[in-house]
């Protein structure tokens, strides 16, 4: 979650949502709690880095359904926060807004824009504030529906940042160190350059998940290792302070935190730079060519799909390695035009280049047309925008206090 995870809590998938069975067998157990400083030396999961609510962005070959929640039942709840670039491309739109839309519907939701996240290396102080209220308009405009989850800013919940210095205090340093993004991001900017706040920022992702008491965490393959460090916080937590502990200072007793489940989508095709097929669509990528943003108006989209790589090939086909290229462009088409791989395929096979990427230019302008007046419909209506992310944020900070008193009387503090 940090600079990058908070970006990832999911990706989009070819079928179904699942959990990770190796992540639900892989928490803390107490044994190991019992000694404080202690942490698991066969670590199986690795992070890697990632850019800003850069998403790790896959093509869905067809949507994402998500279990059907009870009616009679209480729904499970589920958080995911998104870092306020302000610029959404289509490998964040096809690779997560899409399957968040979809997950609302399931689930006691909450979205929010990472703000407090975002400040974890150099950024332009003038820009955050636009660049969230940008950032919650796009995602309302792709879909995101206020009455059935709950969108706010990170920082206008406090609780947020108390929560993570009551976990950082019980966090061991060794823990962090083993941090994958740290350790990349450390060695290229040097220690001089690197803040505080990139090596503890894994506790404040925790503390924006527990806060919730969430179920489920939608987590990218780049973001396991993060939420693994989540659910070992929650285990280390209840030991220390839980229980009959707890019950002692006047709680409740019992676990403190609900120790969350990943909400992992198997992955599917990665939506990929339009100027190099073998390189993920990104925001930090130096071309804004190699990319489609959401808000890029006909004249650009067009000419960015007439200038996007391709080959010499005749015709036009899905999995062929020495054609990459090729095998993104018609992915894309494929989730945008809602047709399947093999009505596409037959299709697509026999047409050139020129051809095609009318179609595919034709088939992304029709699809982001809609959000692109929703968007401006919001964002010229910042009344509108501000009451959705006020009352987003009460509703949110109902839970989220409830649970710090919690922490604070089981952590023996004295309350007001």
Not at 49 to 54: P, S
Not at 82 to 99: C, F, M, R, S, W
């Amino acid at each position: 979650m940090g600079r990058a995870a908070l970006s990832q809590f999911l990706i989009l998938s070819n079928s179904s949502p699942r959990l990770s069975s190796s992540l639900s067998r892989g928490g803390v157990q107490s044994k190991y709690l019992k000694r404080p400083g202690f942490i698991r030396q066969n670590r199986a999961i690795n992070g890697h880095n990632a850019t800003g609510f850069r998403c790790c962005c896959s093509v869905s070959l067809s949507q994402p359904v998500a279990p059907e929640a009870s009616s009679s039942s209480v729904r499970k709840r589920m958080v995911s926060g998104v870092q306020p670039t302000g610029a959404i491309h289509l490998g964040n739109y096809l690779g997560a807004i899409k399957n968040w839309v979809a997950l609302q519907n399931s689930y006691d939701t909450l979205f929010f824009i990472v703000d407090l996240h975002a400040i974890t290396l150099p950024y332009d102080t003038q820009q955050l504030s636009k660049a969230s209220r940008n950032t919650a308009a796009i995602y309302l405009a792709c879909g995101v529906d206020t009455s059935k989850a709950s969108v706010f800013v990170q920082s206008h919940v406090r609780a947020h940042v108390e929560l993570m210095w009551l976990l950082s205090c019980a966090t061991p340093i060794g823990w962090l160190n083993r941090m994958i993004q740290f350790k990349e991001k450390s060695r290229k900017a040097g220690d001089e350059n690197v803040g505080v706040a990139l090596l503890t920022y894994p506790v404040l992702m925790a503390s924006d998940i527990l806060l919730y008491q969430s179920d489920f965490v939608p987590v990218g393959e780049d973001q396991k290792q993060h939420l693994e460090l989540t659910r070992e916080l929650a285990e280390r937590v209840n030991y220390l302070y839980g229980g009959r502990k707890w019950k002692k200072l006047g709680g409740r007793g019992g676990s403190i935190f609900k120790v969350p489940e990943p909400l992992i989508p198997p992955a599917g095709a990665r939506v990929m730079s339009l100027t190099d097929g073998l390189s993920k669509m990104s925001k930090s990528a130096p071309s804004d060519q190699s990319r489609i943003n959401l808000l890029d108006p006909k004249d650009v989209i067009a000419n960015k799909i007439k200038r996007c790589k391709t080959d010499s090939f005749p015709g036009l086909e899905f999995d062929n390695p020495e054609r990459p290229e090729c095998n993104n462009l018609l992915s894309i088409y494929q989730i945008i035009s809602s047709k399947t791989k093999e009505e596409v395929a037959r299709e697509c096979q026999d047409m050139n280049w020129g051809t095609f990427k009318n179609l595919i230019t034709d088939a992304l302008v029709d699809h982001l047309h809609p959000i692109q007046v929703r968007y401006e419909e919001i964002i010229s209506d910042p009344a509108y925008l501000d009451g959705v992310l006020a009352d987003g944020a009460t509703k949110a900070a109902a839970i989220a206090d409830a649970t710090l008193e919690n922490v604070y009387q089981a952590m023996g503090f004295l309350r007001r």
